[in-house]
């Protein structure tokens, strides 16, 4: 399991949020077992390496503590291709469910490495393009239920052409305010492209609450680091996370 360190700065408060429903009642499909959610890389109760569950456990309660216990959307994005984000995005989905009083919401946005299908339980036709490219689709279309209890995902779709307009759109707007703002007891993790190397990671970065931006140790430079934090911009920074 790969190990990772946390540092963390600068990060949005969101305004209070009272009286929405909570996700107690959530359905419950077919639970992936131990050596799924080994294969897969997730985090879990039952995780052998203690150190890891620990950690991913500690950016929870930073990223919980920034926010003042209000829930938030995170976006999580890698200083370069192949950093490791989209392992990060999952476990954080993953550890925010584990304690049973939240649920969490994994979106797909990485249009060069989508991975977000592999969690799904069941068919997923349909993902975050098609909703966004097609007026008559509602939100629920495009979330489905996966192996890990309380964790919902939403997989990239199939119409990621001129994916740059989408996420920009208002009905991208739309979709993000209505998935927070539905439960309070929801976060909503959105794995990204690399800031560095997308415009789509750009546009998003303008749309969630915070940032976590990973870094791959030993793989970039530090005017890299420095280059990607001038891009998210301080104010939505939450932090780094170091990758082994």
Do not use: W
């Not at 779709?157 to 439960?183: T, V």
């Not at 931006?213 to 890299?224: R, W, Y």
């Amino acid at each position: 399991m790969t190990e990772t360190k946390t540092i963390y700065q600068n990060i949005q408060n969101s305004p209070s949020r009272d009286q929405r429903p909570r996700i107690e009642d959530m359905g419950v499909v077919e639970r992936f077992n131990f050596e799924k959610l080994e294969t897969l890389k997730i985090v879990h109760a039952g995780t052998p390496s203690r150190e890891t569950l620990n950690i991913f456990r500690e950016l929870r309660t930073q990223l919980i503590q920034r926010e003042h216990k209000q829930n938030f959307v995170c976006m999580v994005s890698s200083v370069c291709f192949g950093g490791g984000a989209s392992y990060i995005a999952r476990n954080l989905a993953s550890i925010f469910a584990l304690d049973k009083s939240k649920t969490s919401l994994l979106i797909d946005t990485n249009l060069y490495a989508a991975t977000v299908d592999e969690l799904i339980v069941g068919e997923a036709n349909l993902g975050l393009t098609d909703y966004l490219a097609d007026s008559k689709m509602n939100i629920q279309d495009v979330v489905y239920a996966t192996g890990i209890p309380r964790v919902r995902a939403t997989p990239l779709g199939s119409n990621s052409d001129g994916a740059a307009e989408y996420f920009s759109s208002e009905k991208m707007q739309h979709f993000i305010s209505e998935l927070k703002s539905r439960y309070s007891d929801r976060y909503i993790f959105i794995d990204a492209p690399t800031v560095r190397n997308s415009s789509e990671a750009r546009i998003l970065a303008e749309l969630v609450d915070m940032v976590v931006l990973v870094v791959p140790h030993g793989k970039v430079t530090l005017d890299e680091i420095n280059g990607s934090i001038d891009i998210i911009g301080k104010n939505k920074l939450a932090g780094l996370v170091y990758n082994n």
